[in-house]
Nanobody, 114 residues
Framework: QVQLVESGGGLVQAGGSLRLSCAPS????????MGWYRQAPGKQRELVAGITSGGSTNYADSVKGRFTISRDNAKNTLYLQMNSLKPEDTAVYYCNARILLNYWGQGTQVTVSS
């Protein structure tokens, strides 16, 4: 019912910034919550940040104070502002949307050089 397309990944130096975007389509009005996950090579996918339909947010301890998740209701778009990037932030970042099931985008690569 929901399709997700991520964008905004790229290569940055340590200390730099990126803003990821997730554009949903389909039954957008049914989405209960959305979030950003990431997966580095050899590691399991982990939650980076989440936001509910009511606007409540939560963050992984490793990104608190550096990343900000937000939602543009006019555009129905999810964002992840990433500041003070570290090499350990290098991963494929995935957009997630939950209705009754979880829906995933294809991922966007973020690479942070030292």
């Amino acid at each position: 019912q929901v399709q997700l397309v991520e964008s905004g990944g790229g290569l940055v130096q340590a200390g730099g910034s990126l803003r990821l975007s997730c554009a949903p389509s389909g039954s957008v009005f049914r989405i209960k919550s959305m979030g950003w996950y990431r997966q580095a090579p050899g590691k399991q996918r982990e939650l980076v940040a989440g936001i509910t339909s009511g606007g409540s947010t939560n963050y992984a301890d490793s990104v608190k104070g550096r990343f900000t998740i937000s939602r543009d209701n006019a555009k129905n778009t999810l964002y992840l502002q990433m500041n003070s990037l570290k090499p350990e932030d290098t991963a494929v970042y995935y957009c997630n949307a939950r209705i009754l099931l979880n829906y995933w985008g294809q991922g966007t690569q973020v690479t942070v050089s030292s």
